[in-house]
């Protein structure tokens, strides 16, 4: 079954009908269509949105970002919606990375030869090179042993006579000896797992650089059998001390596997399929950096539910989670991420600001602040909103800051301007994450 790649970005549409193809429009295959619609219908049962359907030949994507694979071969990569002018399609990948490596807390290998190769290469295909770059350091290092216990009948004494069974050898084979022996081998959890990840990356990937490491990595590990039981195995990998050499290539391992996804494709297959809701992979982007921004003394905690909207029948109802809460010398400030676009000079359509945002934050307010002090409302930074829009005031008391972070810097701008500016270092607000 051949695979055919399909790119494009958050609220694009999809068709059956001959279209000229772009990152915001694309045609699939008929099958293709069919079942992203019965996928469609699955996560809307869950209460998730992924595909809007429109007429009988569209598709409308939703907010979610990664790769899905279907079963007849057709992979589409989901990227970013926020640039608009350039190398769009390559930097758009270049932030997806970034976000998932924040998101996950990987630490991919850059510097090497094969990943330079992929710099441009789909988001399925990264995550692949990743896997191998990792897998054939760990290799070199040296793959872990483990002592299996063996129970077998031999014609000679070795290792420790199993007395029981021996006794109960019938007549005519007392001289056949029931043993049991530890034996050294490479099968164990961790290294299962890493094989079955290897022939999945080996059978899937297109890339000419990645299908030469998986083949060369096959053979050194040709001894090792591929896992059967993935969650059993996942919950017996060891994270003691001879194993932490192991711990960077688990995330890819992971992720190969399906085992550590935000939003995972249920069914009977899943293939290569990786999806991330965007609105997520901001908001733990943007703690991050404020996390490594923090002054001493300074506390985040993220989704706070101290609070309820109100008490009914002595319980509360309605809980109120903040995105982010940031303390500091018995003071509070509300922060809420939202990724979607302003436009700082449309005053008439209220920036395209949510009055159910507002609400929520005023909320917020009330509950977290009583109703005094500052909040803000994060959002990526772009062409149209390159700079914070003027304070909102609910009271005299409780302002609301809206202000643009940006993605390709590291800043949060309008930063000095605002109150909570004391907790974060003022060394540089432009403090490279993944360094």
Known sequence: MSSRLITIREYARLTTEVVEPSLDI??????????????????????????????RRWLKWDSYVGVLETPCGTQL???????????CLR????????????????????????????????LSEWV???????LDLLVKRGVRFDYQRVEEEQRFLRGQLNVVAQMRQPPGRQHHFQLRHDVFLPDRAENRLLKLALEQVAKTTQDAANWRLASELRAMLAEVPASRHISLDFRAWSRDRLMAHYQAVKPWCELI???????????????MSMLFPMEKLFECYVERWLRRQLVAGARLTSQAARHSLCEHEQGSMFRLEPDLLLEKDRQAWVLDTKWKKLDGADRRNNYGLSQADFYQLFAYGQKYLHGRGEMAMIYPRSAQFHQPLAPFDFSPELRLWVLPFDLESDTLLGLDDVDFARCVSQKTHALALLA
Request: proline fraction near 4%.
């Open 26 to 55: 694309a045609q699939v295959s008929s099958s293709a269509f069919d079942w992203l619609c019965e996928l469609s219908a699955r996560f809307n049962r869950g209460g998730v949105t992924l595909l809007q359907v429109q007429g």
């Open 77 to 87: 990569e989901i990227l970013p919606k926020h640039f608009e002018e350039g190398d």
């Open 91 to 122: 930097k758009s990948r270049q932030l997806l990375r970034k976000l998932i490596q924040c998101a996950l807390q990987l630490k991919p290998r850059e510097a090497s030869a094969t990943n330079l190769e992929l710099f441009d290469a789909p």
């Open 128 to 134: 692949m090179g990743q896997f191998l770059a990792e």
């Open 257 to 271: 596997l399906n085992q550590q996804m935000p939003l995972a494709v249920s069914g009977q297959w899943q293939g």
